[in-house]
Nanobody
Framework: QVQLVESGGGSVQTGGSLRLSCAAS????????MAWFRQFPGKEREGVAS????????TYADSVKGRFTISRDNAKNTLYLQMNNMKPEDTAMYYC?????????????????????WGQGTQVTVSS
């Protein structure tokens, strides 16, 4: 049974930093395309960052490029999202996601339809 458990959310001031973690069980993060999404109240989830299972290829939403970094620790089987220079518009619920099956492809995507496993989310609030 696959479980993704996010942690690290909280409140931070504009310009501050947070690091989100996603501890995975039931799958090996280095073998799955993984991603972070966020959801604003009343809106659809939007992709923030994705990382390929092999080669570490990444992609980011334009709104976070240069500020957020997705990475993983294979030994800890954990996905991370380092968020720097945060803005009030980053305030949202953040979710970790994994593709439905293992892959050795370098393809990355921010389309939510390409992910089957989801965590419960962690709230991030940025105050001005």
């Amino acid at each position: 049974q696959v479980q993704l458990v996010e942690s690290g959310g909280g409140s931070v001031q504009t310009g501050g930093s947070l690091r989100l973690s996603c501890a995975a069980s039931g799958l090996t993060v280095s073998r799955y395309r993984m991603a972070w999404f966020r959801q604003f109240p009343g809106k659809e989830r939007e992709g923030v960052a994705s990382i390929s299972p092999s080669g570490g290829r990444t992609t980011y939403a334009d709104s976070v490029k240069g500020r957020f970094t997705i990475s993983r620790d294979n030994a800890k089987n954990t996905l991370y999202l380092q968020m720097n220079n945060m803005k009030p518009e980053d305030t949202a619920m953040y979710y970790c996601a994994a593709a439905s099956s293992q892959s050795w492809s370098s393809w990355v995507t921010l389309a939510s339809s390409e992910y089957s496993y989801w965590g419960q989310g962690t709230q991030v609030t940025v105050s001005s």
